[in-house]
Protein backbone atom coordinates (compact mmCIF):
# COMPACT_ATOMS: atom_id res chain seq x y z
CA UNK A 1 0.00 0.00 0.00
CA UNK A 2 2.93 2.27 0.91
CA UNK A 3 4.62 2.07 -3.02
CA UNK A 4 1.32 2.25 -3.81
CA UNK A 5 0.58 5.68 -2.00
CA UNK A 6 3.95 7.08 -3.26
CA UNK A 7 3.39 6.29 -6.93
CA UNK A 8 -0.28 7.94 -6.46
CA UNK A 9 0.61 11.03 -4.88
CA UNK A 10 3.81 11.82 -7.51
CA UNK A 11 6.49 11.33 -4.78
CA UNK A 12 8.71 8.77 -7.01
CA UNK A 13 11.62 10.98 -7.55
CA UNK A 14 11.42 13.45 -4.73
CA UNK A 15 10.34 11.65 -1.60
CA UNK A 16 11.37 14.50 1.07
CA UNK A 17 8.04 16.01 1.57
CA UNK A 18 7.47 12.65 3.06
CA UNK A 19 10.30 12.34 4.88
CA UNK A 20 10.13 15.80 6.39
CA UNK A 21 6.58 15.01 7.77
CA UNK A 22 7.04 11.39 8.87
CA UNK A 23 10.49 12.40 10.52
CA UNK A 24 12.41 9.32 8.62
CA UNK A 25 15.77 9.05 6.33
CA UNK A 26 15.44 8.01 2.59
CA UNK A 27 17.32 4.51 3.56
CA UNK A 28 14.65 4.32 5.95
CA UNK A 29 11.68 4.88 4.19
CA UNK A 30 13.11 2.59 1.41
CA UNK A 31 12.90 -0.08 4.02
CA UNK A 32 9.46 0.51 4.48
CA UNK A 33 8.33 0.27 0.84
CA UNK A 34 10.52 -3.07 -0.08
CA UNK A 35 9.21 -4.81 3.66
CA UNK A 36 12.31 -5.29 4.71
CA UNK A 37 11.78 -2.97 8.06
CA UNK A 38 8.51 -2.01 9.71
CA UNK A 39 7.67 1.32 10.92
CA UNK A 40 6.93 1.95 14.50
CA UNK A 41 3.14 2.67 15.22
CA UNK A 42 4.24 6.73 15.85
CA UNK A 43 6.22 6.34 11.84
CA UNK A 44 2.37 4.51 10.63
CA UNK A 45 0.41 7.07 12.36
CA UNK A 46 2.51 9.94 10.34
CA UNK A 47 2.21 8.04 6.98
CA UNK A 48 -1.55 7.88 7.70
CA UNK A 49 -1.79 11.55 8.41
CA UNK A 50 0.23 12.63 5.28
CA UNK A 51 -1.29 10.20 2.69
CA UNK A 52 -4.94 10.94 4.39
CA UNK A 53 -5.61 7.39 4.48
CA UNK A 54 -6.15 5.12 7.64
CA UNK A 55 -3.92 2.76 9.55
CA UNK A 56 -6.17 -0.14 8.76
CA UNK A 57 -6.03 0.67 5.19
CA UNK A 58 -2.23 1.25 4.95
CA UNK A 59 -1.52 -1.91 6.84
CA UNK A 60 -4.27 -4.29 5.47
CA UNK A 61 -5.77 -2.45 2.32
CA UNK A 62 -8.87 -2.35 3.57
CA UNK A 63 -11.55 0.43 2.83
CA UNK A 64 -13.37 1.94 5.44
CA UNK A 65 -17.09 2.06 5.60
CA UNK A 66 -18.57 5.17 4.76
CA UNK A 67 -20.33 7.65 6.63
CA UNK A 68 -20.28 11.13 5.36
CA UNK A 69 -20.96 13.95 7.67
CA UNK A 70 -24.11 15.02 6.83
CA UNK A 71 -23.18 18.77 8.59
CA UNK A 72 -25.37 20.64 10.81
CA UNK A 73 -28.79 20.10 10.65
CA UNK A 74 -29.96 23.51 10.27
CA UNK A 75 -28.29 23.37 6.20
CA UNK A 76 -30.77 20.70 5.89
CA UNK A 77 -33.46 22.02 6.73
CA UNK A 78 -32.62 25.36 4.92
CA UNK A 79 -32.61 23.41 1.97
CA UNK A 80 -35.56 21.15 2.49
CA UNK A 81 -37.25 23.96 3.15
CA UNK A 82 -36.26 25.98 -0.69
CA UNK A 83 -37.12 21.91 -2.53
CA UNK A 84 -40.88 22.55 -0.74
CA UNK A 85 -40.92 26.20 -1.91
CA UNK A 86 -40.11 24.65 -5.23
CA UNK A 87 -42.45 22.18 -5.53
CA UNK A 88 -45.02 24.46 -4.52
CA UNK A 89 -44.69 26.56 -7.20
CA UNK A 90 -44.44 24.02 -9.83
CA UNK A 91 -47.95 22.54 -8.26
CA UNK A 92 -49.63 25.98 -8.70
CA UNK A 93 -48.47 26.81 -12.39
CA UNK A 94 -49.55 23.23 -12.99
CA UNK A 95 -53.11 24.19 -11.31
CA UNK A 96 -53.17 27.41 -13.49
CA UNK A 97 -52.83 25.64 -16.93
CA UNK A 98 -55.51 23.32 -16.20
CA UNK A 99 -57.75 25.64 -14.82
CA UNK A 100 -57.35 27.91 -18.16
CA UNK A 101 -58.85 24.69 -19.93
CA UNK A 102 -60.74 22.74 -17.53
CA UNK A 103 -61.86 25.29 -15.01
CA UNK A 104 -64.50 22.98 -14.08
CA UNK A 105 -62.79 19.81 -13.43
CA UNK A 106 -59.26 21.18 -11.92
CA UNK A 107 -59.26 19.18 -9.25
CA UNK A 108 -60.15 15.52 -11.19
CA UNK A 109 -58.00 16.41 -13.47
CA UNK A 110 -54.98 16.55 -11.55
CA UNK A 111 -55.86 13.89 -9.19
CA UNK A 112 -56.09 11.51 -12.29
CA UNK A 113 -52.40 12.85 -13.46
CA UNK A 114 -51.50 11.91 -9.84
CA UNK A 115 -52.53 9.30 -9.40
CA UNK A 116 -51.46 8.01 -12.93
CA UNK A 117 -48.85 5.08 -12.84
CA UNK A 118 -48.00 5.67 -16.73
CA UNK A 119 -48.60 9.47 -17.75
CA UNK A 120 -45.48 11.05 -18.61
CA UNK A 121 -43.15 8.11 -17.68
CA UNK A 122 -42.19 6.28 -20.65
CA UNK A 123 -38.93 7.02 -21.27
CA UNK A 124 -38.38 9.33 -17.82
CA UNK A 125 -36.38 8.80 -14.86
CA UNK A 126 -37.24 10.71 -11.58
CA UNK A 127 -34.75 12.03 -9.55
CA UNK A 128 -34.93 9.30 -7.34
CA UNK A 129 -34.78 6.62 -9.71
CA UNK A 130 -31.34 7.87 -10.60
CA UNK A 131 -30.28 7.99 -6.82
CA UNK A 132 -31.42 3.96 -6.71
CA UNK A 133 -29.45 3.46 -10.39
CA UNK A 134 -26.74 4.92 -9.40
CA UNK A 135 -26.38 2.89 -6.29
CA UNK A 136 -25.17 0.27 -8.91
CA UNK A 137 -22.28 2.07 -10.64
CA UNK A 138 -19.17 0.90 -11.05
CA UNK A 139 -18.46 3.62 -13.50
CA UNK A 140 -20.05 7.13 -14.09
CA UNK A 141 -18.99 10.02 -16.30
CA UNK A 142 -21.26 12.89 -15.92
CA UNK A 143 -21.44 16.24 -17.53
CA UNK A 144 -22.92 18.67 -15.34
CA UNK A 145 -23.49 22.71 -15.06
CA UNK A 146 -23.35 22.93 -11.00
CA UNK A 147 -22.14 20.05 -8.46
CA UNK A 148 -25.48 20.93 -6.51
CA UNK A 149 -26.86 17.17 -6.59
CA UNK A 150 -23.51 16.52 -4.19
CA UNK A 151 -22.58 19.60 -2.68
CA UNK A 152 -25.29 22.08 -1.28
CA UNK A 153 -23.62 25.99 -1.51
CA UNK A 154 -24.52 27.39 2.26
CA UNK A 155 -24.46 31.12 2.75
CA UNK A 156 -22.02 32.14 5.16
CA UNK A 157 -21.42 29.15 6.24
CA UNK A 158 -19.21 25.67 4.97
CA UNK A 159 -21.38 23.39 2.11
CA UNK A 160 -23.24 20.69 2.92
CA UNK A 161 -23.60 17.39 1.57
CA UNK A 162 -25.70 16.66 -1.09
CA UNK A 163 -28.76 14.42 -2.11
CA UNK A 164 -26.18 12.14 -4.10
CA UNK A 165 -23.09 12.24 -2.08
CA UNK A 166 -23.78 9.65 0.36
CA UNK A 167 -23.55 7.29 -3.10
CA UNK A 168 -20.96 8.81 -4.33
CA UNK A 169 -18.95 7.93 -1.30
CA UNK A 170 -20.04 3.99 -1.30
CA UNK A 171 -19.37 3.78 -5.09
CA UNK A 172 -15.81 5.25 -4.48
CA UNK A 173 -15.24 2.60 -1.55
CA UNK A 174 -15.93 -0.33 -3.83
CA UNK A 175 -14.12 0.50 -6.56
CA UNK A 176 -16.22 2.73 -8.71
CA UNK A 177 -14.87 5.04 -11.00
CA UNK A 178 -15.71 8.93 -11.30
CA UNK A 179 -15.38 11.73 -13.93
CA UNK A 180 -17.21 14.90 -13.83
CA UNK A 181 -16.90 17.73 -16.81
CA UNK A 182 -18.02 20.69 -15.69
CA UNK A 183 -18.47 23.89 -18.50
CA UNK A 184 -15.68 26.23 -18.84
CA UNK A 185 -15.63 30.19 -17.46
CA UNK A 186 -16.83 29.13 -14.35
CA UNK A 187 -15.08 31.34 -11.88
CA UNK A 188 -16.22 28.97 -8.31
CA UNK A 189 -15.78 25.63 -9.99
CA UNK A 190 -12.15 25.40 -8.04
CA UNK A 191 -13.73 25.81 -4.73
CA UNK A 192 -16.64 24.01 -5.28
CA UNK A 193 -14.20 20.88 -6.50
CA UNK A 194 -12.20 21.31 -3.14
CA UNK A 195 -15.45 21.18 -1.13
CA UNK A 196 -16.67 18.21 -3.20
CA UNK A 197 -13.63 16.10 -1.85
CA UNK A 198 -13.02 18.04 1.39
CA UNK A 199 -16.42 16.14 2.13
CA UNK A 200 -15.82 12.94 0.95
CA UNK A 201 -12.28 12.57 2.53
CA UNK A 202 -13.60 11.53 6.02
CA UNK A 203 -15.15 8.70 4.56
CA UNK A 204 -13.45 7.29 1.37
CA UNK A 205 -9.34 6.48 1.60
CA UNK A 206 -7.24 8.52 0.50
CA UNK A 207 -6.33 6.05 -2.62
CA UNK A 208 -9.99 5.31 -3.89
CA UNK A 209 -11.01 9.25 -3.72
CA UNK A 210 -7.67 10.41 -5.23
CA UNK A 211 -7.58 7.64 -8.11
CA UNK A 212 -11.28 7.05 -8.36
CA UNK A 213 -12.62 10.66 -8.98
CA UNK A 214 -11.98 13.19 -11.45
CA UNK A 215 -13.30 16.37 -12.40
CA UNK A 216 -12.17 18.50 -15.97
CA UNK A 217 -13.03 21.94 -17.33
CA UNK A 218 -14.64 21.64 -20.95
CA UNK A 219 -12.27 23.46 -23.38
CA UNK A 220 -14.95 23.60 -25.88
CA UNK A 221 -18.88 24.00 -25.26
CA UNK A 222 -20.56 21.30 -23.79
CA UNK A 223 -24.11 20.45 -24.08
CA UNK A 224 -26.70 20.13 -21.68
CA UNK A 225 -26.50 17.61 -18.56
CA UNK A 226 -25.47 14.37 -19.15
CA UNK A 227 -24.99 11.26 -16.79
CA UNK A 228 -23.59 7.91 -18.16
CA UNK A 229 -23.81 4.50 -15.93
CA UNK A 230 -21.36 1.74 -16.16
CA UNK A 231 -23.62 -0.53 -14.15
CA UNK A 232 -23.57 -4.00 -12.38
CA UNK A 233 -26.33 -5.39 -13.68
CA UNK A 234 -26.54 -8.62 -11.58
CA UNK A 235 -26.63 -6.77 -8.76
CA UNK A 236 -29.19 -4.44 -10.42
CA UNK A 237 -31.47 -6.77 -11.13
CA UNK A 238 -31.12 -8.57 -8.14
CA UNK A 239 -31.44 -5.98 -6.09
CA UNK A 240 -33.81 -3.71 -7.82
CA UNK A 241 -36.38 -6.10 -10.40
CA UNK A 242 -38.81 -3.83 -10.71
CA UNK A 243 -36.59 -0.67 -11.89
CA UNK A 244 -34.18 -2.91 -13.85
CA UNK A 245 -37.33 -3.97 -15.97
CA UNK A 246 -38.58 -0.49 -16.24
CA UNK A 247 -35.57 0.71 -17.74
CA UNK A 248 -33.94 -2.52 -19.23
CA UNK A 249 -34.64 -1.63 -23.08
CA UNK A 250 -32.50 1.34 -22.32
CA UNK A 251 -29.47 -0.65 -21.27
CA UNK A 252 -26.80 -1.13 -23.83
CA UNK A 253 -25.64 -4.89 -24.40
CA UNK A 254 -22.46 -3.36 -22.27
CA UNK A 255 -24.53 -2.73 -19.58
CA UNK A 256 -24.10 1.81 -19.80
CA UNK A 257 -27.44 3.50 -18.80
CA UNK A 258 -27.36 7.08 -20.85
CA UNK A 259 -30.00 9.65 -19.22
CA UNK A 260 -30.06 13.73 -20.23
CA UNK A 261 -31.06 15.51 -17.21
CA UNK A 262 -33.37 18.62 -17.55
CA UNK A 263 -32.61 21.80 -18.35
CA UNK A 264 -34.83 23.47 -15.69
CA UNK A 265 -36.12 23.49 -12.02
CA UNK A 266 -39.95 23.18 -13.40
CA UNK A 267 -39.45 19.88 -14.98
CA UNK A 268 -39.30 16.42 -12.15
CA UNK A 269 -37.67 14.13 -14.69
CA UNK A 270 -34.90 13.44 -16.68
CA UNK A 271 -34.98 11.85 -20.44
CA UNK A 272 -33.50 8.38 -21.22
CA UNK A 273 -31.17 7.47 -23.97
CA UNK A 274 -31.97 5.17 -26.36
CA UNK A 275 -28.53 2.87 -26.73
CA UNK A 276 -27.37 4.65 -30.14
CA UNK A 277 -28.14 8.07 -28.56
CA UNK A 278 -26.28 6.19 -25.01
CA UNK A 279 -23.05 4.97 -27.39
CA UNK A 280 -22.63 8.94 -29.44
CA UNK A 281 -22.91 10.48 -25.53
CA UNK A 282 -20.23 8.18 -24.38
CA UNK A 283 -17.92 8.89 -27.68
CA UNK A 284 -18.82 12.67 -27.31
CA UNK A 285 -17.78 12.76 -23.33
CA UNK A 286 -14.32 10.95 -24.04
CA UNK A 287 -13.45 13.97 -26.99
CA UNK A 288 -14.44 16.26 -24.54
CA UNK A 289 -12.66 14.87 -21.94
CA UNK A 290 -9.68 14.17 -23.71
CA UNK A 291 -8.86 17.91 -24.25
CA UNK A 292 -10.37 18.65 -20.63
CA UNK A 293 -8.70 21.19 -18.25
CA UNK A 294 -8.13 19.08 -14.89
CA UNK A 295 -9.22 20.25 -11.56
Not at 74 to 87: F, G, I, M, P, S
Not at 182 to 190: F, K, R, V
Not at 201 to 224: C, E, I, K, T
Request: charged residues 20%.
Amino acid sequence: MLRSLIERGGYNRNRQAILDEVGVSAAALSQYVRGQTRPSFQKLTALGEFFGVSLDYLVYGEPVAPVVDPGPLAHYVEHALADVQARASRHSDLLTRIGRVLADRIDNVARELANSDTAGREGLIQQDEVLRVERYCRRADIVTMTLTADVIPMSGADPAAGQFLQVVAANLVRGARYRFLLPGGESDQDSTVASFRSLLAPSVPGDQLHGNLAFGRAARPVSPGVGLYGLDVAAFEREEPALFTQFRKYLSDDHWLGYVTRPNVDSNADMLMSCNHAKHARAAFESLWSSRVNL
